[in-house]
């Protein structure tokens, strides 16, 4: 079955300290991955999809395909990091279905 | 460009009754895609619409269903509710030629079984 998981539901860390939030997912096949991030009081958007191999706010994340794992990295955490962070896969293969973690809770600490 | 309304946002039911909520997607845009948002279990795939046929649904039952019309907006129903389904129910639409588009979110309309 296909299943990405979040380890984490909290995740503090002090401002300028280095950031991984985990992400593993369960899949036999070629998934296309996302990170979406959702800000206090704001909408659900997109942060980064693994196929586009971008760098948005200064977060990264690199498909390990050996471990299953889709990590979010950011060297230096902001304040303004702080949010809900969801990872996602989708299946591809013409399904149209998206499973999303159950989501991981950044705290930057001033 | 007007980002993906849903309305009504809050919602109050007791169990029993049926909710039908709306979804419009970004202009332009042709799938729309259902999710149920709760504290234990996340964001929940519950179907997606291109072009006004369902191409995938989750593992949801059966009172859950869902049209698309030819405008592209979108409704969910939701027959005979139970408590569980108190939840923010989200919409999310895309361009939806290919599966990695962006998805873009709505605010959510937050229902509440009583």
């Known amino acids: 079955a296909q299943r990405v998981t979040q380890p984490e539901k909290l995740l503090s860390v002090f401002k300028g300290a280095p950031v991984e939030l985990k992400c593993n997912y369960s899949y036999s096949g070629s998934p296309e991955l996302f990170w979406y991030v959702q800000y206090s009081r704001q909408r659900l958007q997109l942060l980064l999809r693994h196929i586009s191999r971008e760098s948005i706010k200064g977060f990264t994340a690199d498909l390990n395909k050996g471990e299953t794992s889709f990590h979010l990295k950011k060297p230096f955490a902001q304040e303004e990091d702080s949010a809900m962070y969801y990872c996602a896969l989708s299946a591809g293969s013409g399904t149209y279905k998206y499973i999303f973690g159950t989501g991981t809770r950044l705290k930057v600490l001033a | 460009k007007a980002g993906v309304t849903q309305t009504p946002r809050y919602l109050i039911k007791t169990r029993g009754q049926q909710v039908t909520l709306s979804c419009s997607p970004i202009s332009g845009h042709r799938s729309v895609s259902w999710y149920q948002q709760t504290p234990g279990q996340g964001l929940q795939f519950l179907f997606e619409y291109f072009s006004e046929t369902q191409r995938n649904k989750g593992n949801f039952p059966g009172r859950f269903s869902g049209r698309q019309f030819s405008n592209s907006r979108s409704e969910m129903n939701v027959s005979t509710l139970e408590l569980g389904d108190s939840a923010l129910y989200l919409c999310?639409?895309?361009?939806?030629?290919?599966?990695?588009?962006?998805?873009?979110f709505g605010p959510g309309t937050r229902l509440t079984v009583l």
């Open positions: 999310a639409s895309s361009r939806g030629g290919r599966e990695q588009d962006t998805q873009y």
